[in-house]
């Protein structure tokens, strides 16, 4: 089973690498960008069988060492 | 209009990231994970109006900056 993790910014954080992604697509001449943030996505394979106990489990991975819970949010997704 | 853009490694190239990860996350006592893959995801502010028109102009942004079309894949979702 695989789960797919996605981890942002909380909104309000300051995005400076979303930022420099937006000045310098605007300096290759794509213009109409009005703001850029950055994340990380995680692809988890996962041995469990049981999509539930399975988020539960990526949740508390996640809490422990994928994100930063302080600045980051996270979405979980089992696929 | 937000596009959102997915960015993971090609399938055969290796992510010693994603395998940090993994490795992490058993010494925390994460059991079950076999695998790990760490991507990035972009979301982008859009002014433009047209979803069509606006897929092509990010997929021109991941081809030019957003991508290493050698090494990585992407996918472009407009939200």
Same mark, same amino acid.
């Given at each position: 089973? !695989?789960? =797919? +993790?996605?981890?942002?910014? !909380? *909104?309000?954080? %300051? *995005?400076?690498? /979303?930022?420099?992604? =937006?000045?310098?697509? /605007?300096? %290759?001449?794509?213009?109409? +960008?009005?703001?850029? =943030?950055?994340? !990380?996505?995680?692809?988890? *394979? %996962?041995?469990? &069988? *049981?999509?539930? &106990?399975?988020?539960?489990?990526?949740? =508390?991975?996640?809490? /422990?060492?994928?994100?930063?819970? +302080?600045?980051? !949010?996270?979405?979980?997704?089992? +696929?």
């Amino acid at each position: 089973m !695989k789960a =797919r +993790v996605t981890i942002m910014l !909380k *909104d309000g954080v %300051l *995005d400076p690498q /979303g930022e420099a992604i =937006r000045h310098a697509l /605007g300096g %290759l001449g794509h213009q109409g +960008v009005a703001g850029v =943030r950055q994340g !990380k996505l995680i692809e988890l *394979d %996962l041995e469990s &069988t *049981d999509p539930e &106990t399975a988020k539960v489990e990526v949740a =508390r991975m996640c809490e /422990g060492l994928l994100a930063n819970t +302080v600045i980051e !949010k996270y979405s979980v997704e089992i +696929v």
